[in-house]
């Protein structure tokens, strides 16, 4: 993935939502340069996200969890395929993913010549 933005800088915002209300969402590039760092309703999270034949594959080094999702995941989807338990940060995911995705920046998985 090569962004012309500089590492921390605002990539852009989107929003998420539960069934309590609404909130903005930041997504930045990650201080490494190689992922991102998702804020909204008191949640920072280092996220990195690759497309693949199995849909999204989506680490989340904070909690030290991961899984594949589709494009248009919900916090339900991030709730059991990622195994994130809170509900606001699992919606936060979610809409960061989908702006993520919609704006063509997840990466693709490099192949791995074996042998």
Request: proline share 4%; with cysteine; aromatic share 8%.
């Amino acid at each position: 993935m090569q962004l012309a933005k500089s590492r921390g800088a605002l990539l852009g915002t989107t929003i998420a939502r539960d069934g309590e209300g609404m909130w903005p969402v930041g997504i930045s590039l990650s201080p490494s340069g190689d992922g991102f760092e998702v804020c909204g309703r008191g949640t920072s999270l280092q996220v990195y996200i690759f497309s693949s034949d199995h849909g999204y594959l989506v680490s989340v080094p904070t909690y030290n969890r991961s899984g594949y999702v589709p494009a248009d995941c919900s916090a339900g989807d991030i709730m059991e395929y990622v195994d994130l338990g809170n509900e606001v940060d699992s919606a936060t995911l979610a809409a960061a993913i989908r702006w993520i995705v919609k704006a063509g920046l997840a990466q693709g998985i490099p192949e791995v010549a074996l042998g």
